[in-house]
């Protein structure tokens, strides 16, 4: 059974960091393109970055760019999302996603989607305070 599970959510300040950890067991991480989202209260679950399965592919929403780094490390089946210069807006619960992404290229409008990704975590509360 894939299992996908998120850490490092918390209460932080405007202006403070956090760092998103995110496991997926059961299954291979090769071939994933792996991909944060985050919900906040009243919205839909909105794209926030992926990275590719060949490490040095990433993208990013213009909402968080030269913000957040979504990084892997495939030995330990894992991702991580750190974020810097964290603002109240960024306030969601955040899920990892997992989709398959084999020899294709990483084309950003594909994942940006939320139909894109096979498998997901069950989310971690981020709490920006102002």
């Known amino acids: 059974q894939v299992q996908l599970l998120e850490s490092g959510g918390g209460l932080v300040q405007t202006g403070g960091s956090l760092t998103l950890s995110c496991t997926i067991s059961?299954?291979?991480?090769?071939?994933?393109?792996m991909g944060w989202f985050r919900e906040a209260p009243g919205k839909g679950r909105e794209f926030v970055a992926v990275?590719?399965?060949?490490?040095?592919?990433?993208y990013y929403a213009e909402s968080v760019k030269g913000r957040f780094t979504i990084s892997r490390d495939n030995a330990k089946n894992t991702i991580y999302l750190q974020m810097n210069s964290l603002r109240p807006e960024d306030t969601a619960v955040y899920f990892c996603?997992?989709?398959?992404?084999?020899?294709?290229?990483?084309?950003?409008?594909?994942?940006?989607?939320?139909?894109?990704?096979?498998?997901w975590g069950q989310g971690t509360q981020v709490t920006v305070s102002s």
């Open positions: 996603a997992a989709g398959y992404q084999g020899p294709r290229d990483l084309v950003l409008r594909q994942w940006i989607l939320v139909g894109a990704y096979d498998y």
């Open positions: 059961g299954h291979t991480f090769n071939n994933y393109a």
């Open positions: 990275i590719g399965w060949r490490a040095g592919n990433s």
